[in-house]
């Protein structure tokens, strides 16, 4: 099994490496929150089974590594941290851990968790060389659009449209419930992380942009004095 490891520390990372590396593990070790997403980047190889996450990291903190990660992928994720304190592991665990393990920790409990997350996830199935198989176990699928969240792609009748980050996790979040009704302040906090002061008009943007570049004006509908909400097409 290939396996990331995300640890600032090269002492701690060698001594952990070697020790996964005895017990059949093909480790690649990144130091940073962007080298760990660089190394999940389809071009790097074969996908990689579990990544080992640290949340003391340079530049943005395990925690927003992990919230990138999770809305690019499926890939089991494991936080390896020294922050023991409940609100920590709630967070993690919410954000889409799928497990917390507090440092120190007992070598043959962290294997024997690997193991676990490992056999909870479907392998990933690559497409023949050169193809694109549209959709797969976690695409949403309405009516003529798809969107592959592990992909961060979206395709309307077969054809792929490209938008921006923020137009991405806007429609995957609506998408999610699909005729439910989403407050404005609900959506700026879950896509934009931050409160309703100030960020309407960026909404409203965002939600013109998709409606354009999707050619279906309908899919994302108004409630006047709430919010939006995606409407399947026919």
Known sequence: ????????????????????????????????????????????????????????????????????????????????????????KIHGLNLGADDYVVKPYDTGELLARIHAVARRTPPAESPPAGQHDPGGPNALRLGPVIIEVPTRRVSVNGTTVPLTRKEFDLLALLAQRPG?????????????????????????????SLRSKLGLPALIETVRGVGYRLVVPA
């Open 180 to 208: 439910v009704v989403f407050r404005r302040e609900q959506i700026i906090s879950e896509v934009w992380r931050t409160s309703w002061e100030g960020t309407g008009r960026t909404l409203e943007v965002h939600v013109a």
């Open 1 to 88: 099994m290939r396996l990331l490891l995300v640890e600032d520390d090269d002492h701690v990372a060698a001594a952990l490496s070697a020790v996964l590396a005895r017990h059949g593990f093909d480790v690649t070790h990144a130091r940073s929150g962007e080298e760990a997403l660089e190394a999940l980047l389809p071009a790097t190889g074969a996908p990689f089974g579990v990544v080992l996450l640290d949340l003391g990291l340079p530049g943005q903190d395990g925690f927003e590594v992990c919230d990138r990660i999770r809305k690019r992928t499926a890939m089991p994720v494991i936080m390896v941290t020294a922050r023991a304190d409940t609100r920590s």
